[in-house]
């Protein structure tokens, strides 16, 4: 598994040469026939925003920018969604590359100061974007998100969410100012299926750059409550048992590896 150390100046002593994780419009990313980024001293493509330094990836310098996504592009290269990039890469890899994405994202969307309008420039000490007028920063936008399996007695919740084409998963929800991630975790639980929870456990955490959420991963025991999906965000939910599990999502997912922790616990 490659290495990554996440840097924000860009290091003297580091060989010019680099990735070059090149943004499109959406949250495309161009790469060859085996995802990997163009490597050079510039981005072979034209961008006219800036790039940004991200660090070093086994030792080579990796850097993001956007592109108004020319179709133009080098032999052997084209541009692909990042979503579909998940299952061509290993997991460091495909992380980079929805680092580049969010970074892209958040220095296009902070532009000009929230607070005066000036423009702003990249700091250099710290990954944020910096007003020279008022001194405001702007640091990269994250949305922090619950992720949460719960368990009652040799069953698991699981529930399908609107759009989700049959696919039934663990329980999400963004946290909301104010709140503790285990007051996220019960709330979410109530609104979307009507049960209240216990014991609390975490489990692991996984950034999610669609487009800018931090998804943190729960374990949960059942206290009381029967299902009562909200009819909004879930549209269906029940118990299953490990040996017949409904259609479960892929397993780059942190929502599939939960599932999996749980099963890996049955007898
Ligand atoms: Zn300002």
């Not at 925003?49 to 990796?62: C, R, S, T, Y």
């Not at 996504?69 to 084209?78: I, L, N, R, T």
């Not at 969604?81 to 890469?89: M, N, T």
């Not at 729960?218 to 939910?237: K, M, N, P, Y």
Request: hydrophobic share 40%; aromatic share 10%.
């Amino acid at each position: 598994m490659p290495n990554f150390d996440s840097l924000v100046a860009f290091p003297p002593s580091a060989d010019a040469t680099g990735l070059w994780y090149i943004v499109g419009t959406g949250a495309s990313v161009l790469v060859d026939c085996e995802g990997a980024p163009p490597i050079g001293v510039r981005s072979p493509v034209e961008t006219a925003e800036p790039p940004i330094f991200m660090g070093l990836l086994d030792g080579v310098p990796a850097w993001a920018v956007g592109t108004n996504e020319p179709s133009d592009v080098p032999d052997g290269y084209q541009w692909q969604p990042l979503r579909s990039l998940g299952a061509q890469l290993d997991t460091p890899s495909w992380m980079l590359a929805g680092r580049g994405v969010q970074l892209v994202e958040w220095a296009r969307t902070s532009r000009f100061c929230g607070r005066c309008g000036t423009a702003t420039e990249l700091a250099t000490r710290e990954r944020a974007a910096w007003c020279a007028h008022c001194g405001l920063n702007a640091y990269p936008r994250l949305a922090p998100a619950i992720i949460v399996t719960v368990e009652r007695g040799d069953t698991i919740l699981l529930g399908q969410g609107r759009g989700f084409q049959g696919m039934y998963s663990a329980l999400a929800g963004f946290a909301e100012p104010g709140e503790t991630l285990e007051e996220t975790v019960r709330r979410e639980v109530r609104e979307e299926v009507g049960v209240e929870v216990g014991v609390i456990r975490y489990f692991d955490s996984q950034p999610w750059p669609f487009p800018h959420s931090l998804m943190i991963g729960f374990f949960a025991t059942w206290v009381s409550g029967e299902i009562q999906i909200d009819g909004e965000e879930i549209v269906d939910a029940g118990w299953f048992k490990a040996d017949s599990l409904p259609e479960i999502p892929p397993p780059l997912s942190i929502a599939r590896r939960l599932i999996d922790d749980w099963v890996s616990r049955q007898d």
